[in-house]
Nanobody
C-alpha cells in the first residue's frame, strides 16, 4: 500500500504562489491516479486537481489556469503548483491516490483509498 505525506503549505499573500508536494512511500505513484482535494473551514472537501493516466491534468473550474499538477517519478512525488492565489483558496489541502479510478469518478473523493494528512494553505488579502 502507498503512504502519502503532503508538505509545502503555509501563509501567502493574495497573488502569491505555493508548491505543494505529495511524497509517496511503499509503492510507486506511477501505478496510481493522484488527486488533490481541499477543505475550507465550514465547507465540504472538494476536488482541486488530478493527474490522469495520459499525464494530463484535470482541474476544478475554480483553479483552472492558476494551478498545475506534475509528477517526479524519481522522487515518487506529485506536485501541485498554485499561482495567483486568493483568500478563497485558503483550505487544508490533501493528496489522495487510488489505482482503480475511472475517469467519470475522478472528482469523487469516495473513490480514493489512500490519503495524506493534509497541509494548511492560508492566503491573506
Amino acid at each position: 500500500q502507498v503512504q502519502l505525506v503532503e508538505s509545502g503549505g503555509g501563509l501567502v499573500q493574495a497573488g502569491g504562489s505555493l508548491r505543494l508536494s505529495c511524497a509517496a512511500s511503499g509503492a510507486s505513484l506511477s501505478r496510481y491516479i493522484v488527486a488533490w482535494f481541499r477543505q475550507a473551514p465550514g465547507k465540504e472537501r472538494e476536488f482541486v486537481a488530478a493527474r490522469w493516466r495520459d499525464g494530463n491534468g484535470k482541474f476544478a473550474d475554480a483553479v483552472k489556469g492558476r494551478f498545475t499538477i506534475s509528477r517526479d517519478n524519481v522522487k515518487n512525488t506529485v506536485y501541485l503548483q498554485m499561482g495567483d492565489l486568493n483568500p478563497e483558496d485558503t483550505a487544508v489541502y490533501y493528496c489522495a491516490a487510488d489505482s482503480g479510478i475511472i475517469f467519470s469518478e475522478l472528482r469523487n473523493e469516495r473513490q480514493y483509498d489512500f490519503w495524506g494528512q493534509g497541509t494548511q494553505v492560508t492566503v491573506s488579502s
